[in-house]
């Protein structure tokens, strides 16, 4: 550290001290201007300022100075009562947690603190690290519905998970937020049981977004064992989900499911229709052409786009 640079930091130390917050946010600002290394321990303290305003620049620094040594001290900030300074604290982690952090992000799970805990489990998504499983997995039954959202969420990202039967019992979960986390998350895992708990949620499941995620996670899985299920949902109430089975289907062809499709083809929804149309040039069977030629006229180009694709796809 040169003597200049060393006197600055004397100086706004000094400032970060006194009891005139106009002092403290000069200083914070000052340091965050300065931009240098050597500033992290002087901002670290200042994360502990009772002004809201001098922990979020303190916080925008030490994200701006993006040394990996000030992690300890943001993860603190996780558990803020303030909205603010969780979100600042967050995006600024996101970029700085390795995986070398993970036995910390581990010991904080720990800690009684729902905003804590709830931002651990996000940051353990860039992990990946199949270590976290068993302290996620502790937040499946929690009282929180938030925290079981988060959980079932985060085990989604984990490597080498194939197989999780607790993960299962979500899809049935009494809030719908958990239960859509978990219609997306039954989409990467192997258990012999996904595919029929997606299908019956698929078809019975009250929240759409619930049915259009299991149709989602269904085309992942491309299993046959679904076509029931998503021949049902081509007929759902909402288009979001009739559209998410029509793009299924693409990867699933069945005959028996051709009628449904060509019906799709006038649907009232155009991305229902686009989709219906790249599935019927999918099936390639001949008797599905009639209908695509009409939707050669269909108002979205996209749509008489993919009717013709579809035509020249079943024609070859």
Request: aromatic letters at 4%; hydrophobic letters at 45%; charged letters at 25%.
């Amino acid at each position: 550290m040169n003597i200049e640079t060393e006197s600055e930091l004397k100086q706004w130390l000094g400032m970060l001290r006194s009891p005139d917050i106009n002092d403290r946010l000069v200083a914070v600002k000052s340091l965050q201007h300065l931009g240098d290394e050597e500033a992290i321990d002087t901002l670290i303290l200042a994360l502990k300022d009772e002004n809201l305003n001098v922990q979020k620049i303190a916080i925008n620094a030490l994200g701006e100075i993006a040394n990996p040594i000030a992690v300890p001290a943001l993860i603190k900030c996780l558990g803020s009562n303030d909205a603010e300074i969780r979100s600042e604290a967050l995006a600024a982690l996101n970029d700085l947690v390795l995986p070398t952090h993970l036995s910390l992000l581990l010991e904080n799970l720990s800690h009684n603190n729902t905003y804590l805990q709830l931002n651990i489990l996000i940051l353990l998504r860039k992990i990946h690290d199949i270590q976290s499983l068993s302290y996620i997995l502790q937040f499946f039954n929690s009282e929180s519905a938030e925290l079981r959202e988060a959980a079932i969420t985060t085990l989604r990202y984990l490597n080498q998970v194939e197989k999780c039967p607790p993960a299962l019992a979500l899809i049935s979960d009494p809030d719908a937020n958990v239960r859509r986390a978990a219609a997306l998350t039954l989409g990467h895992l192997q258990d012999t049981e996904v595919i029929s708990i997606l299908g019956e949620f698929l078809t019975k499941d009250d929240d759409w977004q619930v049915r259009r995620n299991a149709a989602k996670s269904l085309a992942i899985h491309e299993n046959y064992q679904a076509i029931s299920a998503l021949e049902i949902a081509l007929s759902d109430e909402h288009w979001q989900v009739r559209k998410a089975a029509a793009q299924a289907l693409q990867k699933l062809p069945d005959i028996k499911v051709m009628p449904l499709l060509i019906k799709g083809l006038t649907d009232e929804y155009a991305d229902v229709r686009k989709e219906a149309a790249i599935a019927l040039g999918n099936l390639g069977d001949a008797d599905a052409i009639h209908g695509l030629q009409q939707a050669l006229d269909d108002p979205d180009r996209e749509v008489s786009i993919q009717a013709q694709r579809a035509i020249q796809k079943i024609q070859k």
